[in-house]
Nanobody
């Protein structure tokens, strides 16, 4: 059963901007640790940004700091990832993630981001 649904991925030129969205009908996202992962072709899935349920101090990996910003709209129960100044090395499938204590990790189906001229 789908718990998290991502959207917003598409082809974009280098230097461009995209905003990814993650929604859930089953989870109230503000109650859980949530974030974004990505998996590039031939590489392992890596966590790029996450926020805890208790506060809103996002963590980012170095390669996206200053370019990506995560935000959460509690009224819409939606997590966003704003990606600016995109680079070809940002090409990957992007996944939304949530950790529910006592239940485990939940993943979306992924949304493809392709950065190319």
């Amino acid at each position: 059963q789908v718990v998290l649904v991502e959207s917003g991925g598409c082809p974009v030129q280098p230097g461009g901007t995209l905003r990814l969205s993650c929604e859930s009908e089953r989870l109230t996202l503000k109650h859980y640790a949530i974030g974004w992962f990505r998996q590039a072709p031939g590489k392992d899935r890596e966590g790029i940004s996450c926020i805890a349920s208790s506060d809103f101090r996002p963590y980012y990996i170095d390669s996206v700091k200053g370019r990506f910003a995560v935000s959460r709209d509690n009224a819409k129960n939606t997590l966003y990832l704003e990606m600016n100044n995109l680079k070809p090395e940002d090409t990957a499938v992007y996944y939304c993630w949530a950790r529910v204590i006592g239940s485990g990790d939940y993943w979306g189906q992924g949304t493809q981001v392709t950065v190319a001229s």
